[in-house]
């Protein structure tokens, strides 16, 4: 489940648990800005870089899948060239920017994947300017409703779709993939209710996945300030809403029936300590679940540590071992 030894580089490593949980008291050491410090114009530079096609792929961009009083939520659909011969297998992508900011343009991550036999499609949800939680959970929980009532329009198999997502887009991945069923995280944004919200795969970069853990430990100082990303996300500072930070913690709606996930973490993240991807992979092992966790050694919260063609073969071989045999739950 948690594949051992070394990659073809050194700083692309599988760790097993045991080692993994021997780094928990190192791990929680590291300090969290909590998205309050990169200027606009990191965002803007990051989106510009990462929004452009891949070879071999077309986007149809601005769909509607739901509208929530005045506002449209969209997505852009991302599909091979040429028609394929056999509806396509999903990917859900969620963007990053600390749920407060960041585009569904910003798809480098898993946009390479398209020529490969895949559909992306990369959706917005309401920012924490715009709603609180947990609404970010029920945008996306509509994406996916919708992408399985109009499949068939766009050649999309209903039955294999994944969520993937960086960051914030990461935590909101996970908690697709930990939630199915869980009426709270469910809602109704977009209708199509007859349809499920469950993913057959995640793959998350550097998400959080414990707000209360987070909490107590050193690296929690920072999201207990007002202004910190995750209290704008909660409506107030997690150790105010201790209940809602606990809803939308994914490692505590982990069951039996989760599909599996592959975490991909930056052994010295700033902003999100990689103990969050620790505890996750831990209560996984736990209960017998199938997670992978890519321990990128010295890499930070995000760069090209991350677009590496050993990071891109990991999430390739995942997403054809487990997704296109998955069938939807």
Not at 63 to 78: P, S
Not at 228 to 249: F, H, K, N
Not at 257 to 285: F, K, N
Not at 296 to 301: D, F, I, N, V
């Amino acid at each position: 489940m948690f594949p051992a030894g070394s990659a073809s580089r050194r700083a692309c490593r599988w760790l097993p648990v045991w080692l993994l949980l021997m780094m928990l008291p190192a791990a929680c050491l590291l300090m969290a800005p909590g998205w309050t410090q990169l200027p606009a114009s990191v965002h803007a530079a990051a989106v510009q870089r990462q929004s452009q096609l891949p070879p071999g792929a077309r986007r149809v961009a601005d769909l509607v899948y739901a509208q929530v009083g005045d506002r449209q939520l969209k997505l852009d659909l991302y599909l091979p060239d040429q028609p394929p011969e056999r509806p396509l297998p999903v990917v859900v992508w969620i963007h990053g920017g600390g749920w407060r900011a960041g585009s569904k343009a910003n798809v480098g991550l898993i946009s390479w994947i398209v020529p490969r036999g895949y559909a992306v499609a990369s959706i917005e949800y309401r920012l924490s300017h715009e709603a609180k939680f947990p609404a970010q959970i029920h945008d996306c929980k509509g994406a996916v409703r919708w992408l399985r009532a109009h499949a068939r329009e766009h050649n999309l198999d209903p039955q294999r779709v994944a969520a993937a997502g960086a960051s914030a887009g990461g935590h909101l991945a996970l908690l697709l993939g930990t939630s199915a069923g869980v009426q709270e995280l469910e809602g109704d944004v977009g209708g199509n209710l007859q349809q499920s919200s469950r993913v057959q795969a995640v793959v998350d970069f550097y998400g959080p996945t414990d707000f209360l853990d987070w909490l107590n430990t050193p690296a929690g100082d920072r999201i207990r300030r007002a202004d910190s990303a995750v209290a704008l996300l909660l409506g107030g500072p997690p150790q105010e809403r201790l209940d809602l930070a606990r809803l939308a913690s994914p490692v505590y709606h982990v069951s039996r029936d989760d599909p599996p996930v592959l975490m991909i973490h930056g052994s010295a993240d700033p902003v999100v300590p990689v103990r969050q991807s620790l505890r996750l992979a831990e209560r996984y092992r736990e209960l017998g679940l199938t997670a992978q966790l890519q321990l990128l050694e010295g890499a930070r919260h995000g760069g090209p540590e991350f677009r590496t063609p050993q990071v891109r073969r990991a999430i390739a071989e995942f997403l054809r071992s487990y997704l296109k045999k998955a069938e939807a739950g």
